[in-house]
């Protein structure tokens, strides 16, 4: 896999998508960000986690992500996959906020795009300002 993100290949992951709304295993905050690293880097940043928060066709909920995941926060559980960043996310970094519309993992992910960054709404890509981010990852 390339280390270095293609921005031009996510802005036209990010032109594609802006308009979808937010469906539940389709088109959610995980399945966003996983696609826009495949779009960055060739492969999803957690493709050996698709299908595993949902049983029955609902999410997990948090006792049983904890389970699957081996974590006890969605932090940690990133950790395992990204190096977590304390500095001003680049573009393309994968970002958490609770300032958005949060799920049963407390907050949402989203992509840095500079001074702002991308989450899944239901109405389409919404933006936060970068200031709003909780935790910051990126690929090595």
Known sequence: MKMTPDIEKLNAYISKVKNDNFQWHTNDCFMFTNKAYQAMYGQGWADDWIGKYIKNGMYLKRDELRKVFKAN?????IDTKL????YVPPRGALVTSDKT???????????A??????????????????????NAWIKT
């Open 101 to 111: 519309r949060r799920w049963v993992i407390g907050e949402a992910l989203g992509i």
């Open 73 to 77: 926060t969605l932090a940690e559980a």
């Open 113 to 134: 795009v500079g001074t702002k960054a991308l989450f899944m709404s239901d109405k389409g890509l919404s933006t936060l300002p970068i200031d709003f981010i909780t």
């Open 83 to 86: 190096k977590r960043i304390d």
